[in-house]
């Protein structure tokens, strides 16, 4: 069975405070349950165990047709006849339990007729076509989205590659995902009958993928809860004495939140604003959280004031009547309603502090916002209904609410991680980044990226694996090296090494620790994997581009004893003439030239790599790539005087790095395209001769999984 359940009457966790959050008693699953034994009721009149979601339904649509749901139900009631739940309870009861949650939230009537049938294909003889034919193809697509793959075909990767085809299938309906966040809701509040090593497997895949998904969906009211029923079961320590704290605030007679509340009431009155005050209690992991942070916790520390209004306007009336009439928090300011969260979230935050020092936590929002801060995307009804344009941007595609940033690149890179585990474990990484920033391309066009992202994050988030070439930025319309870590609002122009060929600019292993995002990380490792001799350019600090001129380089008058090979020159170790060199196959049929003395050679012929022979031709004309190291004594135009001595000797720079200066000394890398051998020795002099310069020589670079 798809869904396992305790008896009621000892049900998984749940907090005092989420229930007065919620306003309403629990359903009684045994009376839905007895009602669903009696069977469906006669063929027009609405079944009495759907009566409750019929009553959530019409409360938001009060004009919704509940034909489809009666039929829903019928189906489902007798398809999971005789099957029962870990509890003892009549297995229709899930689904209902399921639906009643969607439709509490605003869940259009499509997606409770899918809630109604979501297991019906798992776990019993009806077909996805038989659901296609008796409620159409947009019921099927949400049932099909939310049905598991079988154990039996894929073994232990049944459970990843079931949430990658759910997360496929979200990209083209987000209504998929609500359907099974309110599922896995269901099934965690009632997990009690489950052994705690299973309770502990099932809290944790919550913990690491439901709640960041219900965070992104905006879906606040179901993911309050789920976070609450995790810490229950894997922290239930610190679980318990949270509740015994609220429970003691509970019971004291004092209350200062209700205090504040009814001075902020006055405040409002006064000043002609109409407005709801209610006072909302903290969910458990909430009232942690505060105590973590804090050390202890005052009274008004077990809740907050969320203050409702008409209009957008009135918001903004209101903090400013709170923020004359009591001292504000000003770092606790947060405008969510000018520069809205990525979750659709929409809020103005604020606290304001009493004359006593009693501080309290504000929220200001409308009636509005406040239905998509509780259901996000399940408030949109049916976001792709023909009444929903306003939806779509000037190019036709979708915007945040049905196809947001953060799931079109989970989408993208997705597709890049063909094995279970890469795709399992970069889904958890990608989902613990809880931030999202923007940035601007030069052009206008915006990148979403999440926060603490980089110059190469952004690379590869416009040119895919295009990006492979990149060899700096401009931040700003400044020139900033790949490992910035760009801030909200930054303009970033990623700059590409435009050279053909096999010498030009790769990805370097150091790029790993700058990335941030799936798409850049899994693109480095491939092309890494790919080519296991390590990348051409070299590996020191994220190199800086120079923009001068630059020549096509060439590897074609070096001649090895492998006839129609591509030949190329290491990066590692950058050969010239007159350098002893040898070569080794690499991947793809091409053969790379290393100097003899080059560590990665050394691994190579220890790991029992077969030398190809190789010399040099022609190597008076031949034009080549190396790599110069320069020390030198830090001075004022020190870096301009050397560019002019290099350009003087007719050498094309392909890139320049400069490190900082230690101690007064400075190291600048410069990788340089020679016309030919001839031209080291001349060029080597010119770059001593320049004052401050003590040294130049050759780079000898590390090359990166060189074995």
Partial sequence: MSAEATNPATPGPITPGAQRRRGRPRIDLRRLGRAALLGPAGRDRLPDAIGHVAEAHRAHFA?????????????????????MRKSGEPYITHPLAVTLILAELGAETTTLTASLLHDTVEDTEVTLDQVSSEFGTEVAYLVDGVTKLEKVDYGAAAEPE????????????????????ADRLHNMRTLGVMRQEKQERIAKVTRDVLIPLAERLGVQALKTELEDLVFAILRPEEHGRTQALIAADTARPENPLADIADEVRGVLREAGLSAEVLIRPR?????????????????????????????????????????????????????????????????????????????????IRTHQMHKVAEAGVVALGNPYAPSAEEHLDTEGERSDPTRPGWLSRLLDWQQSAPDTDTFWSTLREDLAQDREITVFRPDGGTIGLPAGASCVDAAYAQYGEDAHAVIGARVNGRLATLSTVLKDGDTVQPLMD??????????????????????????????????????????????????????????ANVVVDQPGAAVRLAGCCTPVPPDKVTAFAVRGGAVTVHRVECPAVARMTGAGRPEVGVRWADAETAEYRVTLIAESFSRPHLLADLTEAIALEGVAIVSATVEPPVQGRVRHTYT??????????????????????????RAQHAAAGAL
């Fill in 63 to 83: 004009d919704a047709d509940l034909e489809p749901l009666r039929r829903a139900y019928v189906l489902a009631e007798s398809s999971h006849r005789g099957q």
């Fill in 162 to 181: 079931t949430f990658r085809k759910m997360l496929v299938a979200t990209g083209n309906d987000v209504r998929v995902m609500s359907i099974k966040l």
């Fill in 283 to 363: 969910h458990a992991v909430s009232v942690h959280r505060v105590l973590r942070k804090r050390g202890e916790l005052r009274g008004a520390d077990f809740g907050r004031l969320l203050v409702l209004v008409s209009e957008d306007a009135d918001c903004y009336g209101v903090l400013g009547e709170l923020h004359t009439c009591f001292t504000p928090v000003v770092s606790e300011f947060k405008d969510f309603i000018a520069v809205p969260k990525f979750n659709l979230y929409q809020s103005l935050h604020t606290a304001v502090a009493r004359a006593d020092g009693e501080v309290a936590e504000v929220l």
């Fill in 498 to 555: 435009r050279m053909e060929g096999a010498a030009a600019s790769e990805p370097s292993r150091d790029w790993l620790d700058h990335a941030r995002t799936p798409a850049a990380r899994i693109a480095i490792r491939r092309w890494l994997a790919a080519h296991p001799e390590g990348p051409s350019a070299p590996e020191s600090a994220p190199r800086a581009p120079y923009s001068g001129p630059s020549a096509r380089p060439s590897a």
């Fill in 672 to 697: 340089l395209q020679l016309p030919g051998s001839a031209h080291l020795q001349g060029l080597m002099r010119a770059m001593r001769n320049v004052p401050g310069v003590y040294d130049v020589g």
